[in-house]
């Protein structure tokens, strides 16, 4: 009878614990950073240009075309440059737990922008990069460096609600 037979287990199911079955890559845990990219040789790999979609991937160029031109020699297109990355920011929708895709574009130029900000002369320019890099702080700085309230307090700007509740809360903890 149906009664005599021996029934499966759960690893025979393939509901064993993950410990129970070999990893294909060699039965080692894949390193990834904290919003689970991959790690190779110490390096984050970004998504490759494949997995975007046409509208995150005109985001991205739009976004690294505009830190380039605050690379630029030409101040003119500082200002221009900065309101239109914070706009981007500010107008960008995500779900309640993901980073808005702005911030994952521009964490990978994040110390080229601080590096911008300590070569530039004091004015409004730097002043509003520095509003600009305190919410970037949010998300790729150094927590034991405090950076969203370091460039917080450089920032000339009262703004604070403009950046929203989560840019308020992250800056009071700091704090």
Sequence with gaps: MAQDEKKPSAADKGKGKAED???????EDPKTDKDGKPITNGKVEELPEEDLSEEDQQLKTDLEMLVERLKEDDSSLYQPS?????????TSTSSMTAVPKPLKFLRPHYDDLAALYEKWPAGSDRDSLADM??????TYGDETKFETLKYRLLSKS???ASWGHEYTRHLALEI
């Design 21 to 27: 079955t070999p990893m294909a890559n060699g039965g």
């Design 82 to 90: 900065i309101d239109a990355i914070k706009n981007f920011i500010k």
């Design 133 to 138: 890099l305190s919410v970037l702080g949010m």
């Design 158 to 160: 009262d703004d604070l």
